[in-house]
Protein backbone atom coordinates (compact mmCIF):
# COMPACT_ATOMS: atom_id res chain seq x y z
CA UNK A 1 0.00 0.00 0.00
CA UNK A 2 3.07 2.21 0.83
CA UNK A 3 4.45 2.04 -2.24
CA UNK A 4 1.77 2.39 -4.41
CA UNK A 5 0.74 5.59 -2.24
CA UNK A 6 4.33 7.04 -3.22
CA UNK A 7 3.98 6.12 -6.57
CA UNK A 8 0.97 7.89 -7.13
CA UNK A 9 2.67 11.05 -6.08
CA UNK A 10 5.71 10.50 -7.62
CA UNK A 11 3.50 11.76 -10.64
CA UNK A 12 3.39 15.30 -9.15
CA UNK A 13 7.13 15.86 -8.61
CA UNK A 14 8.20 19.90 -8.72
CA UNK A 15 11.24 19.52 -7.71
CA UNK A 16 14.43 16.63 -7.71
CA UNK A 17 17.68 17.01 -6.40
CA UNK A 18 20.12 13.66 -8.29
CA UNK A 19 23.86 13.67 -6.81
CA UNK A 20 26.29 12.11 -9.50
CA UNK A 21 23.90 13.04 -11.91
CA UNK A 22 26.30 14.05 -14.70
CA UNK A 23 27.77 10.07 -14.30
CA UNK A 24 26.84 6.46 -15.92
CA UNK A 25 23.96 5.49 -13.99
CA UNK A 26 23.39 9.07 -12.42
CA UNK A 27 22.97 11.03 -16.37
CA UNK A 28 21.03 7.90 -17.44
CA UNK A 29 18.28 8.92 -14.40
CA UNK A 30 18.42 12.23 -14.49
CA UNK A 31 17.58 12.21 -18.67
CA UNK A 32 15.09 9.58 -17.62
CA UNK A 33 13.08 11.50 -15.11
CA UNK A 34 13.12 14.47 -16.98
CA UNK A 35 11.63 13.04 -19.61
CA UNK A 36 8.96 11.42 -17.39
CA UNK A 37 8.58 14.65 -15.43
CA UNK A 38 8.77 16.85 -17.89
CA UNK A 39 7.12 20.09 -15.60
CA UNK A 40 9.51 18.97 -12.83
CA UNK A 41 12.89 21.55 -11.89
CA UNK A 42 15.71 18.58 -11.46
CA UNK A 43 18.92 19.67 -10.02
CA UNK A 44 22.21 18.10 -10.44
CA UNK A 45 24.85 18.15 -7.60
CA UNK A 46 28.00 16.36 -9.36
CA UNK A 47 31.84 17.41 -9.01
CA UNK A 48 32.92 15.90 -12.28
CA UNK A 49 35.68 13.86 -10.93
CA UNK A 50 33.87 10.16 -12.18
CA UNK A 51 31.41 12.02 -14.34
CA UNK A 52 31.18 14.37 -17.70
CA UNK A 53 29.55 16.40 -19.24
CA UNK A 54 28.43 15.02 -22.14
CA UNK A 55 26.07 13.03 -20.36
CA UNK A 56 23.79 15.62 -19.50
CA UNK A 57 23.54 16.59 -23.42
CA UNK A 58 20.11 18.19 -23.35
CA UNK A 59 19.80 18.93 -19.93
CA UNK A 60 17.15 21.12 -19.41
CA UNK A 61 18.01 21.62 -15.31
CA UNK A 62 20.60 23.10 -13.05
CA UNK A 63 23.56 21.81 -12.03
CA UNK A 64 25.92 22.44 -9.02
CA UNK A 65 29.49 21.66 -9.21
CA UNK A 66 30.21 20.55 -5.99
CA UNK A 67 31.78 17.42 -4.38
CA UNK A 68 28.63 16.26 -1.63
CA UNK A 69 30.89 15.14 1.05
CA UNK A 70 32.30 18.63 1.67
CA UNK A 71 29.16 20.52 0.37
CA UNK A 72 27.63 22.58 2.76
CA UNK A 73 24.15 22.09 1.85
CA UNK A 74 22.03 24.92 4.09
CA UNK A 75 24.93 27.24 2.26
CA UNK A 76 23.66 26.08 -1.37
CA UNK A 77 20.12 24.96 -0.67
CA UNK A 78 18.70 27.09 2.18
CA UNK A 79 15.40 25.47 3.44
CA UNK A 80 14.61 24.43 -0.55
CA UNK A 81 12.55 21.75 -0.18
CA UNK A 82 12.80 18.81 -2.62
CA UNK A 83 10.31 16.29 -3.61
CA UNK A 84 12.53 13.50 -3.62
CA UNK A 85 16.47 13.06 -3.40
CA UNK A 86 18.07 10.34 -5.55
CA UNK A 87 21.72 9.88 -4.61
CA UNK A 88 24.49 8.17 -7.23
CA UNK A 89 27.76 10.21 -6.01
CA UNK A 90 29.81 7.96 -4.95
CA UNK A 91 33.84 7.26 -5.99
CA UNK A 92 32.73 4.18 -8.03
CA UNK A 93 36.18 2.82 -8.74
CA UNK A 94 36.64 -0.39 -7.43
CA UNK A 95 40.37 -0.45 -7.81
CA UNK A 96 40.86 3.29 -5.15
CA UNK A 97 42.67 1.70 -2.60
CA UNK A 98 43.15 4.81 -0.74
CA UNK A 99 40.79 3.77 3.06
CA UNK A 100 40.31 7.35 3.91
CA UNK A 101 39.67 8.72 0.68
CA UNK A 102 36.96 6.17 0.18
CA UNK A 103 35.59 6.24 3.33
CA UNK A 104 35.27 9.99 3.95
CA UNK A 105 34.35 10.56 0.55
CA UNK A 106 31.28 7.95 0.12
CA UNK A 107 29.90 7.75 3.83
CA UNK A 108 30.23 11.20 4.80
CA UNK A 109 28.65 12.68 1.10
CA UNK A 110 25.23 10.35 2.37
CA UNK A 111 25.55 11.37 6.18
CA UNK A 112 25.88 15.17 5.15
CA UNK A 113 22.71 14.33 2.57
CA UNK A 114 20.59 12.73 4.97
CA UNK A 115 21.01 15.44 7.58
CA UNK A 116 19.79 18.09 4.39
CA UNK A 117 16.91 15.86 4.21
CA UNK A 118 16.24 15.14 7.60
CA UNK A 119 13.90 18.01 8.68
CA UNK A 120 11.43 17.88 5.86
CA UNK A 121 12.23 13.62 5.46
CA UNK A 122 12.64 13.90 1.91
CA UNK A 123 12.58 10.36 0.51
CA UNK A 124 15.74 9.44 -0.15
CA UNK A 125 16.82 6.98 -2.77
CA UNK A 126 20.80 5.74 -2.46
CA UNK A 127 22.98 4.09 -4.70
CA UNK A 128 24.48 0.55 -2.58
CA UNK A 129 26.08 -2.28 -4.32
CA UNK A 130 26.34 -6.23 -4.70
CA UNK A 131 29.61 -5.47 -3.84
CA UNK A 132 28.08 -5.49 -0.11
CA UNK A 133 27.81 -9.29 -0.23
CA UNK A 134 30.72 -10.16 -0.89
CA UNK A 135 32.73 -12.46 -3.45
CA UNK A 136 29.93 -14.36 -5.31
CA UNK A 137 29.71 -18.13 -4.69
CA UNK A 138 27.15 -20.95 -5.57
CA UNK A 139 24.68 -19.26 -3.03
CA UNK A 140 21.99 -16.82 -4.39
CA UNK A 141 22.16 -13.77 -2.08
CA UNK A 142 19.51 -12.10 -0.13
CA UNK A 143 19.56 -8.93 1.35
CA UNK A 144 19.51 -9.84 5.00
CA UNK A 145 22.72 -12.15 4.87
CA UNK A 146 25.52 -10.83 6.45
CA UNK A 147 27.82 -8.40 4.43
CA UNK A 148 31.22 -9.32 3.00
CA UNK A 149 32.81 -6.60 1.42
CA UNK A 150 36.12 -7.64 0.00
CA UNK A 151 37.46 -4.16 -0.71
CA UNK A 152 37.25 -0.81 0.71
CA UNK A 153 34.62 0.60 -1.84
CA UNK A 154 32.51 -2.12 -1.09
CA UNK A 155 32.81 -1.69 2.93
CA UNK A 156 31.87 2.07 1.91
CA UNK A 157 28.89 0.55 0.82
CA UNK A 158 28.18 -1.67 3.83
CA UNK A 159 28.28 1.33 5.97
CA UNK A 160 25.70 3.51 3.83
CA UNK A 161 23.34 0.71 4.84
CA UNK A 162 24.44 0.83 8.33
CA UNK A 163 23.81 4.43 8.39
CA UNK A 164 19.92 4.06 6.29
CA UNK A 165 18.83 1.80 9.02
CA UNK A 166 19.94 3.63 11.91
CA UNK A 167 17.96 6.49 10.40
CA UNK A 168 14.98 4.76 9.51
CA UNK A 169 14.74 2.80 12.70
CA UNK A 170 14.78 6.68 14.22
CA UNK A 171 12.17 8.14 12.00
CA UNK A 172 10.37 5.44 11.06
CA UNK A 173 7.92 7.61 8.34
CA UNK A 174 11.10 8.07 6.34
CA UNK A 175 11.14 6.35 3.48
CA UNK A 176 15.01 5.79 2.59
CA UNK A 177 15.59 3.12 -0.25
CA UNK A 178 19.16 1.29 -1.34
CA UNK A 179 19.57 -0.06 -4.38
CA UNK A 180 22.03 -2.40 -4.85
CA UNK A 181 23.44 -2.19 -8.64
CA UNK A 182 24.67 -5.80 -10.10
CA UNK A 183 27.54 -5.20 -13.05
CA UNK A 184 25.48 -2.35 -15.04
CA UNK A 185 26.06 -1.46 -18.38
CA UNK A 186 24.73 0.57 -21.45
CA UNK A 187 25.10 4.37 -22.41
CA UNK A 188 27.22 6.92 -21.44
CA UNK A 189 29.25 5.12 -19.35
CA UNK A 190 31.75 5.67 -22.39
CA UNK A 191 34.08 7.90 -19.76
CA UNK A 192 35.14 5.68 -17.61
CA UNK A 193 37.29 4.16 -19.20
CA UNK A 194 39.12 0.76 -18.27
CA UNK A 195 36.47 1.27 -15.17
CA UNK A 196 33.73 0.58 -17.83
CA UNK A 197 31.79 -2.70 -17.79
CA UNK A 198 33.53 -5.76 -19.36
CA UNK A 199 30.61 -5.39 -22.07
CA UNK A 200 31.76 -2.05 -23.11
CA UNK A 201 35.50 -3.05 -23.16
CA UNK A 202 34.73 -6.46 -25.27
CA UNK A 203 32.50 -4.08 -27.41
CA UNK A 204 35.54 -1.59 -27.87
CA UNK A 205 38.12 -4.60 -29.02
CA UNK A 206 35.66 -5.67 -31.28
CA UNK A 207 35.01 -2.25 -32.81
CA UNK A 208 38.42 -2.05 -33.21
CA UNK A 209 39.12 -5.18 -35.11
CA UNK A 210 40.68 -6.57 -31.91
CA UNK A 211 40.47 -9.90 -30.45
CA UNK A 212 38.39 -9.82 -27.32
CA UNK A 213 40.56 -10.39 -24.21
CA UNK A 214 38.83 -12.91 -22.79
CA UNK A 215 40.12 -14.49 -19.01
CA UNK A 216 41.35 -18.10 -18.56
CA UNK A 217 38.94 -20.11 -20.77
CA UNK A 218 36.00 -17.80 -20.78
CA UNK A 219 33.82 -20.59 -18.88
CA UNK A 220 33.07 -17.70 -15.58
CA UNK A 221 29.12 -17.25 -16.07
CA UNK A 222 27.90 -13.98 -14.55
CA UNK A 223 25.00 -11.72 -15.20
CA UNK A 224 24.55 -7.97 -16.20
CA UNK A 225 21.86 -5.48 -15.87
CA UNK A 226 21.01 -3.32 -18.85
CA UNK A 227 21.18 0.67 -17.31
CA UNK A 228 17.73 1.79 -18.33
CA UNK A 229 16.66 -1.43 -16.35
CA UNK A 230 18.51 -0.40 -13.50
CA UNK A 231 17.14 3.43 -13.75
CA UNK A 232 13.43 2.25 -13.76
CA UNK A 233 13.52 0.26 -10.99
CA UNK A 234 15.60 2.99 -9.52
CA UNK A 235 12.63 5.62 -10.42
CA UNK A 236 10.12 3.29 -8.85
Do not use: C
Not at 99 to 109: A, I, K, T
Not at 190 to 195: P, S, V
Request: aromatic content about 12%; glycine content about 8%; overall charge positive.
Amino acid sequence: VSLGLFMKKSSDLKKILVTGGAGFIGSNLVLTLQERHPKAWIVVVDDFRSGHFKNLVGFRGDVVAADVSRLNWRDSFGKEKFDVIFHEASITDTTEHNQPLQVHDNVEGFRRLLEFARPNKTPVVYASSAATYGIGGKTVSREDQPPKPANIYAFSKVILDNLAREYARRFSRWKIVGVRYFNVYGPRETHKGAAASMIYQLAQQIRAEKRPRVFKHGEQKRDFVYVKDAVEATRL
